[in-house]
C-alpha cells in the first residue's frame, strides 16, 4: 500500500464529502424559512465539514494514481465511510435527542436507501430534519448508481463485470462516453424525480411531501414525512403513482441511459427486467387475491394494497400503505422472502437482485440437465452474452456470503434478545436495504426508535455491508491486501 | 427409457419392499407377547406385502441392466416410494386412528430418519407401533448410508463424488471390495447400535428403550417412546450418553468403514469431520453460557443440555432434553440456522452438510484472493484433494435448491395459515430431516399432532426430497430425463 494511493482516496473522498456537505444548506434554509432554531445546526455543520473538507482535499492534492483494484476496494469503502459520518452530524446535533450509534444508524440508513428510521413523530419534525433525511437518500441514490455503473464492474465484484460499459474503446473515447453517460444519467435521475413529485402532487400530496417522497421513491430509500408512511394519505391513486415509480426506479438505469442515447428499444429486452417485472406481478396477484379472498376487502382494494407493498418491498423502497403482517401468514412469509430478493442490477435497489436470479436459474437448467448427460457442454446466457465460469463463480460467492452475512446478523441480534421474527427480518431488511421487517417492533406498522444502540450498530454495518455488494467490504479482510 | 430398465427397477424396490414386509413381524411378535391386538395388524400387513412384493419380484426378474444415471435416478426414486408405502400401511391400519396424509407422514417422517411425529400418547402406546417407528427409522439410516456410499457419488449429485469409493479397480475387485465395505458398514452400524442401547440402559432407560432410542440415535432420526422425549428421563449422564452416540452416527462411516477394515487412523483427518466437531462445540460453548449466564441454571447443567440440544439438531437428530426455545431469543436463533447446518456426508445426518461447508471455506477464499489477484489460480482443496470446478458448480447447484426449497415449502405452510416461525421453521426441519422446529406448534415441545393434511403432505415432499439430496429428485422434472 504506498501513500499515493492513500493521498488519492482520501482527496476524492472530501470532495464527496465537500458535495455532501454543501447539500446541508438547503435544509438550513427550510428551517431559517418556517423560524426553526434547528437552522443553525445545518448552517454550522455545513460551513465546519464544508471547511475541513476543503482543507483536507487541498492537502490531499496531487496527481491521480493509475487505477487498480486495491485503489477501487478503497476508494469505495472511505467514501462510504465519509458519507455515513457527514450524513449523522446534523442527526446528532439536532433538537431531536439522538445517541451516535442512532445518529449513525439515521445517517446509514438513508445514504444506503435503506429507509428504517429511528425518528418518531415524523408528521411534526422541522422540515429541515425531514429534508436532510430524504436529501441524503437521494444524494445516495446518486452514489451508488455511479458505483454500480462505473466502479464494481471494474471491481469484479458479484459477477458484475456484464454491466461494464464498452471498455474496449481508446481510454480518450472511454472519457468523452462516461461523461455523456453522466450527463444522461443524470437528467434521467432528475427527470424521474420531478415526474414522480408531480405525480404525486397530482394525486394529492402537498408540495413539501411531493418532493421529499419523491426523493426517498426514486432512490428506493423509503423515508416518509409521516409515521404511517403512505398511510396517512389514504388514497388509493396515490398508491398507483408510488407503484409506478418504485418500479421504474428499479430497473437499470443503464437501460434508460442506453435508450435515451442510442434510442433504440432493443436495450429493454434485457433479461432481468422481465424477470423483476414477472416476480413483482406473481407475487403481488398471490398476495392481493389472497387478502381478498380471507378478508372482506374487495379485490380493487386488496391488489393496490398488495402491487404497493410488494413493490415497495421488492424495490427495497420500504413505504407500506398499511400494516400488511396483519393480512395472515401468507402475506407475512412472501413479505419475509421478498426482502432478499431486490430490484435490478444498476438501479438504486438493493437485494439479491433479478440478474443473479436470472444467472441462478440459468446454472440451475444447465447444472439438472448435466445430471442426466455429464459429459454435455451447458452454456448459461444471459440475453446474448454467454456467462463465463468466473461470472458464475462471482455470483456464488456472493450468495454464500450474503446468507452468511444474513444468519450472523440474526444470531447477533437474538443475543441481544431480539425475538426470532424481528432478528431474522432485522438482519436481511437490512443486508438488502429494504426498511421493515416483520414482527411488532420492525415490521411496517413499527420503527427502529426502540432498537438498541448495539444492535442499531450491528444493522448499520449490514447495511453498509449489503450497499457495498458485501465483497467491497469484506475484501479489506484479506490480509493479502494490505501486504505491498 | 426402456422397458428392462423399468422392470429392472421394480424388481429391485420388490426385494427391498420384501425385506421391509419381514420387519413387521418384529413389532407383530412385541404386540402378541403384551396381549396387543396390532398384532394382527403388523402380522397381516407383513403377509400382505410379503406376498405382493413376492409376486413383483418374481414377475419383474431378469437379467440386470447396465448402470446408467437414469437407471439409478429412477432407481433411489421407486425405492424411496416404496419404502414410504410400505412403512405407512401399519400406521394406516393400526389401531391409532391417523389420516392417509398422517399415516404417510408418520412413515416418511421414519424412513427419512427425520424423526417429527404426528403422534401423541407415546409413553401409553403399545409396544408394536413404538417398535415399528424406531425400526423403519433404523432401516431408514442402512438405506441412507448405502446410498450415500454406493449410488449417490456415480450419480454426481451435490458435488458427492469424492466419496466414491476407488473406482479404479478392476469390477470384479470391486465387487468383492463392495461386499467387504457392506459387511464392515453392517458390523459397525449394528455395533455401534448395540453400544449405544447399552449405554442407555447402562444410564437408566429401560430395556425396551434403550432398544428403541438406540435404533433411532444411531440413525439420526429422534422418534422417542415419550411425548416428553429425553426430557422423560431427567438424568444428566443418560444426556451425555446421547450426545455422544448422536455425534458418532454424524461422522462419516466411510471413515469408520476404512478405519475398521486398514487400521490407518489417518483416516480421521477427514477436514469435515473436523469442521462438524468445530461448529458443534462451538455452538454449544456458546448456548451453554448464554443460557446459564440469562437464568438461574448452573454452568454444569446448562452446558449439558445445550451440547445434548445443539448435538440433537447438527446431527439432525432431533431429541429434546427441555424446551430450549424458552432460553431466550440467542438459542432459538442458534437453534433455527442449525437446522440447516446438518453432520457429516457419508452418515444417517441430514442438512447441508459439513463437508459442502468445508468447500464452500476454500471458494470464498479463493474466490476473495481472486478479487485483489484476478490472475491467480486459486485452487480449491478439500484435505488433500483438488475440488475440481465441476464439483464446486455441483455444491452450489444445491444449496440453490436447498433454499429455493425452504423457501418455497415456507411460504406454501404460510399460505395453509401457520405462523411465520412455524412456517420457516417446519420447512427446514422437513428439509434437513432433523425433526422439530421452533415456535409454540412444532417446537421441541410441540409435535405434528395438529398440523392439518395438506400442510404435512408439503412436509413429507420436503423431507423426501431433502433425504435424496434434492436433485436426485428434482431430475425426474427435466423434460430430457424421460425422452430416449
Ligand atoms: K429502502
Ligand atoms: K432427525
Redesign the interface.
Known sequence: MNATLFRSVLHISALCGLYLSAAMFVPAMADLYVGHPDWQVFAMSGILCGGIFTLAAVATSGPPPVFT??FG?LLVNVMWTTFTIVGAIPFYLSSYDLTLAQAVFESVSGITTTGGTVLVGLDNLPPGLLLWRSLIVWLGGIGIVGLGLFILPD???GGLSFFKLESSDTSEKTFSRLASFTRAFMAIYFGITLACAIGYAWAGMSVFDAVNHAFTTVATGGYSTHDASFGYFQSLPLLWVATFFMTISSLPFSVMILLALRKRISVLRDPQILAFLGYLTVLSTLVGI?HHLTSDVEIGQALTHAFFNISSLLSTTGFASQDYTLW???????A??ATFIGGCTGSTAGGIKAYRFVV?YG??RA???R????SSIAIVRYGRHTVE?EV???I??F???Y?LLW?LG??A???L?????T??SGSITSLSNVGPG?GTIIGPAGNFSTISDPALNVMSALMLLGRLEV?TV??L??P??WRD
Do not use: C, E, K
Not at 445430471?371 to 455429464?374: D, E, F, K, Q, T
Open positions: 483494484r486495491r476496494f471491481l469484479r465484484v389472497h395472515g401468514p401468507f402475506a407475512v412469509t412472501v419475509f422472502f441462478l446454472v440451475v447444472g439438472l440437465q445430471l442426466i448427460y455429464p465460469p458464475q463463480r462471482s456464488f460467492l450468495l454464500a456470503l446468507m444468519a440474526a444470531i441480534l437474538g443475543a434478545g431480539y425475538d426470532v421474527a432478528a431474522l416483520i465483497l469484506l475484501v479482510l484479506v493479502v491486501f
